[in-house]
């Protein structure tokens, strides 16, 4: 299975952007999934993730209230709907799955290291 994040660019603080990746030679619908993002200089960080079907998602304490992560398993879609963007959130941003969970706590499903399929990143610029 391959992904591929798009949908990143360069937006004004305040604005919003929608993340999309595509997911290609295999089916991600047993798989939960997340976003991660990594600023320059900093180390890889988790975003935000969801299970298998979308029930539970899991954000990160930064994006809490102003990111939404979802999935379409029809389109073998996921996506991160992103408002209120602030300069700190500038980043590329990445799509994983795992396929060790179809679900799980917010322990493992934030967990860089459980992430065994991962897209080529997306880069999101934010201006203040």
């Known amino acids: 299975v391959q992904l591929q994040a798009s949908g990143g660019g360069w937006v004004q603080a305040g604005g919003s952007l929608r993340l999309s990746c595509a997911a290609s030679?295999?089916?991600?619908?047993?798989?939960?999934m997340g976003w991660f993002r990594q600023a320059p200089g900093k180390e890889r960080e988790f975003a935000a993730s969801?299970?298998?079907?979308?029930?539970?998602?899991y954000y990160s304490d930064s994006v809490k209230g102003r990111f939404t992560i979802s999935r379409d398993n029809a389109k073998n879609r996921l996506y991160l709907q992103m408002n209120s963007l602030k300069p700190e959130d500038t980043a590329v941003y990445y799509c994983?799955?795992?396929?060790?969970?179809?679900?799980?706590?917010?322990?493992?499903?934030?967990?860089?290291?459980?992430?065994?399929?991962w897209g080529q990143g997306t880069q999101v610029t934010v201006s203040s």
């Open positions: 030679g295999g089916s991600v619908r047993r798989y939960a």
């Open positions: 969801l299970t298998y079907n979308g029930d539970t998602t």
């Open positions: 994983a799955a795992t396929t060790s969970f179809y679900s799980g706590s917010y322990d493992y499903l934030s967990a860089l290291r459980y992430y065994d399929l």
